[in-house]
């Protein structure tokens, strides 16, 4: 049995008390408690104490310290269930801690993966340029079940999905203005469907682009075409430098009448 025979302030966290004892052998430091720990069990001088009662606190605040931590560390933003556990298992948290810890921030409201699941969505559609499938592998990451990720991703609606994947390709045509319109189109599908689009999506959202420009498709095949006069030129001549450049802007993606075009137009200046 030891009684309690003092209670002190600590000097720099003033919620945290240090609670002195006697065993019978003078007054010793005992072990210190949260404020809300001190308040609960009515630690007071003179108070009397079982050594199983003082190992019971010393664990009751130890939990109770761990949880206020964790508290700060949704401070910042929401967090899944498996989030908080990884972070309590990497503190080096007893598993029987980190489970009464999780269960108490369940109970105040604190840990809800659906609604997690739901601002993360939500985030995601106003910050970012992910399709839904790509948002779902982010929330399969942070160990959110599939039923309550299906629910989430309801509030990405396919119109939604249409705005920002419509946006994303009409950026992708500008920057690859120099490519053929075949090829534009399939660098776009691909882009879409890296971002997490689906397939209904991307072929809605090609659907809105606007039509080929002849004058556009030309000046790509001009383009295209000099590069390869430069990479064949020295090397080759006449009909097998025709065969190599008429096979270079068809894997392009060229019509073959602008390929025509441009080695009739290479070959009357050659001449």
């Given amino acids: 049995m030891a009684k309690i025979t ?5 000097k720099k966290q ?9 065993r019978g052998q003078g007054e010793a430091y005992g072990f210190s408690v949260d404020e809300d720990i001190l308040i609960k ?15 019971a606190l010393i664990q009751k605040d130890t939990i109770h310290k761990t949880y206020t931590q964790t508290i700060n560390f949704l401070s910042y933003r929401m967090r899944s269930e498996k989030e908080i556990r ?6 080096e948290v007893d598993e029987e801690h980190i489970d009464e810890i999780v269960q108490r921030l369940y109970r105040e409201k604190l840990l809800d993966d659906l609604e997690f699941a739901v601002a993360l969505v939500r985030t995601r559609i106003q910050t ?3 399709g839904p499938l790509l948002v779902k592998k982010e929330l399969v990451e942070k160990g959110v079940d599939a039923p309550k990720i299906d629910a989430a991703l309801e509030h990405y ?10 946006k994303l390709a009409e950026k992708k045509l500008k920057s690859t203005s120099k490519k053929s319109h075949r090829e534009q189109i399939q660098t776009i599908q691909q882009n879409l469907m890296q971002k997490g689009f689906y397939g209904d999506v991307v072929k809605e959202a090609i659907s809105q682009l606007p039509e080929e420009e002849g004058d556009q498709e030309w000046e790509a095949v001009v383009f295209q075409g000099e590069k390869l006069l430069r990479k064949f030129e020295r090397k080759t001549e006449g ?11 068809y894997r392009k993606g060229f019509p073959i009448d602008l390929i025509d075009r441009f080695i009739e137009e290479y070959l009357v200046d050659e001449g």
Avoid: C, M, P, W
């Avoid at 009909?239 to 802007?249: A, I």
């Fill in 41 to 55: 069990y009515r630690l007071q001088k003179s108070l009397e104490l079982e050594e199983s009662t003082i190992e």
């Fill in 14 to 22: 003033k919620n945290r008390y240090n609670i002195f004892l006697d």
């Fill in 86 to 91: 990884d972070y309590l298992f990497k503190h």
């Fill in 239 to 249: 009909y097998e430098l025709k065969q190599k450049l008429k096979s270079g802007l």
């Fill in 6 to 10: 003092r209670i002190t302030t600590q």
């Fill in 128 to 130: 970012s340029s992910k």
């Fill in 157 to 166: 609606s396919f119109d939604a999905q249409l705005e920002k994947a419509v």
